[in-house]
Nanobody, 120 residues
Framework: QVQLVESGGGLVQPGGSLRLSCAAS????????MGWYRQTPGKQRELVAI???????NVADSVKGRFTISRDNAKNTTYLQMNSLKLEDTAVYYC??????????????WGQGTQVTVSS
């Protein structure tokens, strides 16, 4: 069974930093894009950042210059470095991956979510 396991969320003061990690485990043939989304109560899940297998990235305007996405293909892991955190960054952050469990199968996968709370 393939799964995404996130870690690194927590409580931080405004202006602080956090680093989220998301590791894919199980039977994996390859992973295409990986990314991070976030969601607050009553709102739709929104894209934060995405990174392709080749390392190209796309970051939401709301976090551009503050958040950086990266990945370690050897570890099937993606990271989200979040700096200069603001109150409005408070949300549940979800990891996402477009992966192939086998050569002929392709499936999107979501992590369980990790809470990030920015508060003074």
């Amino acid at each position: 069974q393939v799964q995404l396991v996130e870690s690194g969320g927590g409580l931080v003061q405004p202006g602080g930093s956090l680093r989220l990690s998301c590791a894919a485990s199980g039977s994996i043939f390859s992973i295409n894009a990986m990314g991070w989304y976030r969601q607050t109560p009553g709102k739709q899940r929104e894209l934060v950042a995405i990174i392709t297998g080749g390392g190209s990235t796309n970051v939401a305007d709301s976090v551009k210059g503050r958040f950086t996405i990266s990945r370690d293909n050897a570890k099937n892991t993606t990271y989200l470095q979040m700096n200069s955190l603001k109150l409005e960054d408070t949300a549940v952050y979800y990891c996402w991956a477009d992966l192939k469990p086998s050569q002929l199968r392709r499936t999107p996968l979501w992590g369980q979510g990790t809470q990030v709370t920015v508060s003074s």
